[in-house]
């Protein structure tokens, strides 16, 4: 069973930075393709950033020039550098892989602050 834990969010002004981390149990490379979602209190869960297997990158508009998505093949991490928050930015973040089978980690709340 595939796990991905996520780590590194919390409270920040607006303007501020965070990174989450994604953590999986097995390699990165095993995977088509990775994912960052959000979900805002109320909301639906919505995309924001994707990373394929080789390497290419998608982003929502939303966080397009804000947000970085990146991997650490030797780490079996990927990250999500997040710049000049806003405060719609808030909600809670899930890191997804899918190899046929889509998994989910257990979320990280981020806070951003006015």
């Known amino acids: 069973q595939v796990r991905l834990v996520e780590s590194g969010g919390g409270l920040v002004q607006a303007g501020g930075s965070l990174r989450l981390s994604c953590s999986a149990s097995e390699s990165v490379l095993s995977f088509d393709i990775m994912g960052w979602y959000r979900q805002a209190q109320g909301k639906q869960r919505e995309p924001v950033a994707f990373?394929?297997?080789?390497?290419?990158?998608n982003y929502a508009n939303s966080v397009k020039g804000r947000f970085t998505f990146s991997r650490d093949n030797a780490k079996d991490t990927v990250y999500l550098e997040m710049n000049s928050l806003k405060p719609e930015d808030t909600a809670v973040y899930y890191c997804s892989a899918n190899d046929g089978t889509e998994y989910w980690g257990q979320g990280t709340q981020v806070t951003v602050s006015s």
């Open positions: 990373i394929h297997k080789y390497g290419g990158t």
